[in-house]
Antibody, heavy 125, light 110 residues
Framework: EVQLVESGGGLVQPGGSLRLSCAASGFTFSSYWMSWVRQAPGKGLEWVANIKQDGSEKYYVDSVKGRFTISRDNAKNSLYLQMNSLRAEDTAVYYC??????????????????WGKGTTVTVSS | DIQLTQSPSFLSASVGDRVTITCRASQGISSYLAWYQQKPGKAPKLLIYAASTLQSGVPSRFSGSGSGTEFTLTISSLQPEDFATYYCQQLNSYPRGIFTFGPGTKVDIK
């Protein structure tokens, strides 16, 4: 069964750090781009970061640049999100997602087809 | 960066109704658009990608159309399990890899 399982969430004080993990199973993890997406309480989805299969390319939403780092360990089938200098507005459920791609007529169409159940991060004093 | 808007933000409908949700992009994104369904307390579920390709296992009452800056998600006959929030997402920004979501449309029972 294709599965993503997040862990590492919890309560942290403003300015603190947290490292989220996402364990992948049931597919060849090293063949896929991976993403983190978050959802603040009662709000919509927000894309956070992407990482290429070999970790050589990483992209972030502006609000987390310089504070969050996405990484992966293909030998362990795991995705990570290191979150530093946390703020109250980082409070959210954090999901990891697999980025799949279809190629048609030389064009690549990406989509997030597998999602974990999420892990909750609360930033509060 | 590309911004997405969705309309309406809230929709009240009855079982059996035909429902259409619109997603507009701030600049042309060809067909690099996906639609997701999310139920309370659950992870999003992919419905459609490349603007009109139905994800495997998704009922055929869901369809997507559009290209460039205007896209639609249509549910041909609303079922009880379809009451949820729907999000569009643009995936046009490769190689920058910034994949923005729309603000969502909540479909509620009339």
């Amino acid at each position: 069964e294709v599965q993503l399982v997040e862990s590492g969430g919890g309560l942290v004080q403003p300015g603190g750090s947290l490292r989220l993990s996402c364990a992948a199973s049931g597919f060849t993890f090293s063949s896929y781009w991976m993403s983190w997406v978050r959802q603040a309480p009662g709000k919509g989805l927000e894309w956070v970061a992407n990482i290429k299969q070999d970790g050589s390319e990483k992209y972030y939403v502006d609000s987390v640049k310089g504070r969050f780092t996405i990484s992966r360990d293909n030998a362990k089938n795991s995705l990570y999100l290191q979150m530093n200098s946390l703020r109250a507005e980082d409070t959210a459920v954090y999901y990891c997602a697999r980025l799949s791609v279809d190629f048609w007529s030389g064009t690549s169409y990406y989509y997030m087809d597998v999602w974990g159940k999420g892990t909750t991060v609360t930033v509060s004093s | 960066d590309i911004q997405l808007t969705q309309s309406p933000s809230f929709l009240s409908a009855s079982v059996g109704d035909r429902v259409t949700i619109t997603c507009r992009a701030s600049q042309g994104i060809s067909s690099y658009l996906a639609w997701y369904q999310q139920k309370p307390g659950k992870a999003p579920k992919l419905l459609i990608y490349a603007a009109s390709t139905l994800q495997s296992g998704v009922p055929s009452r869901f369809s997507g159309s559009g290209s460039g800056t205007e896209f639609t998600l249509t549910i041909s006959s609303l079922q009880p399990e379809d009451f949820a929030t729907y999000y569009c997402q643009q995936l046009n920004s490769y190689p920058r890899g910034i994949f923005t979501f729309g603000p969502g449309t909540k479909v509620d029972i009339k």
